[in-house]
């Protein structure tokens, strides 16, 4: 197997201070860009901090590009941003084999999927040939073409964006794509105060442009080890997987949560009790990832869906009727 950088270091987690303190300077750095929008990016960094991948999901213009360029900003990692439209390939993805005449052998040119962070900007746009350029990325952190296998930089993050399903000119993202996004989560239009300060920041230039990092990749690298090291209760696993057992067994649901889905929820519960300045994770955890983890990767049965453009809204209400079935651990 080749590979294009060396193995990570060898880490250990940091001491709790220091890891709380990291965490809310880049919290703070993003919040500079994106205001009155605490718990999404609250969300993006747990996502950052459990290795996963993130969604996010919005009409335009409501500030999804920028949350992704903040967060990349704000970390001294490589980024490369990828503009999907319906003729990109997945070679513009992942890259190619170009002959080399003087070698006289054919020689890999890495795509902008070998960065840190990658922004997948509209990936609803492309088709799903080009979407499944992804697929082995995000879930193993390695990419094959022609049968050598590439590894990715350590960290490694998707960050994709799309516009709701009904818009113009979008390709709904298969179930194997969307269960490989630990989360997803939509910014909403912010209050009138908030918007009158946005402008108000950009009458003499775009705060991003000022955004200087603050974290480096093995910062991220050794809260990613913080993370791991954060205790879970066993009660609190029972009550995961009762609430897994029950997207399961609903006659409303014609797909339950994945295996990958439960291990995504028991990590990010990991990760926001990190964030919030515990090594120890509480029902809460639990309970306030439960729909940006899951919603996204249930199907809504037809019968009990009233429309194509509303099975996002419907998966949720499905999971909050079952949050209300299953007891929580005390």
Known sequence: MRHLRTADREGVP??????????????????????????AVRLALVTLLAGGHLLVEDVPGVGKTTLAQSLAQSLDCTFQRIQFTSDLLPSDVIGLSVYNEHAGSFEFKPGPIFA????????????????????????????????????????????????????????????????RFMLRLRIGYPSVEVEKEILRDREHGD???????????????????????VSVDDALVDYLMRIVAATRDSEMLDLGVSPRGTLAL?????????????????????KRLILPVFAHRLVVNSRFSSSLHRR???????????MKTVSVPL
């Open 14 to 39: 940091l001491a709790m201070e220091e890891a709380t303190e990291k965490i809310a300077g880049l919290q703070a750095a993003i919040e500079r860009v994106i205001k009155g929008k605490p718990e």
């Open 116 to 179: 840190n962070v990658v922004l997948a900007d509209e990936i609803n746009r492309t088709t799903p040939k080009t979407q499944s350029a992804l697929l082995e990325a995000m879930a193993e952190g390695h990419i094959t073409v022609e049968g050598t296998t590439y590894r990715l930089r350590a960290p490694f993050m998707v960050l994709a964006t799309q516009n709701p399903i009904e818009h113009h000119g979008t390709y709904p993202l298969p179930e194997s794509q969307v269960d």
């Open 207 to 229: 705060p991003l442009a000022d955004l200087t990092p603050v974290m480096s990749g093995e910062d991220v690298l050794d809260l990613q080890r913080n993370v791991a090291a």
């Open 266 to 286: 028991f990590r990010a519960a990991q990760s926001l009790a990190l964030t919030e300045g515990r090594d120890y994770c509480l029902p809460d955890d639990i």
């Open 312 to 322: 996002s809204e419907e998966a949720e209400a499905v999971l909050r009727e079952i």
